[in-house]
């Protein structure tokens, strides 16, 4: 069974840090692209930072570039969102998805940045 298994958000203050991780079973995982997306209350969900499936391209928002970091570990199937120089702007659910053939979405991660 796929399975995409989110963790790591939390609360944190303006300026601090958080690592989310996505772990991927049921499926293989390396010739899958992963990305990660947030949908904050009343906005749509947008595609914050994605990586190729060799982990080789990568791509951003622009209002995260430079602040998150996404990265991939082919032998623990965990693809990560390094989030540093939060802002309050961030807050949002987190979604990591798989992209091939099919698509799969995790349940999602709360992030909440506030003082």
């Known amino acids: 069974q796929v399975q995409l298994v989110e963790s790591g958000g939390g609360l944190v203050q303006p300026g601090g840090s958080l690592r989310l991780s996505c772990a991927a079973s049921?499926?293989?995982?390396?010739?899958?692209?992963m990305s990660w997306y947030r949908q904050a209350p009343g906005k749509e969900r947008e595609l914050v930072a994605a990586?190729?499936?060799?982990?080789?391209?990568?791509n951003y928002a622009d209002s995260v570039k430079g602040r998150f970091t996404i990265s991939r570990d082919k032998t623990k199937n965990t693809v990560y969102l390094q989030m540093n120089s939060l802002i309050p702007e961030d807050t949002a659910t987190y979604y990591c998805?798989?992209?091939?053939?099919?698509?799969?979405w995790g349940q999602g991660t709360q992030v909440t940045v506030s003082s």
């Open positions: 990586i190729s499936k060799t982990g080789v391209r990568t």
């Open positions: 049921g499926f293989t995982f390396s010739v899958y692209d």
């Open positions: 998805k798989a992209s091939f053939v099919h698509d799969y």
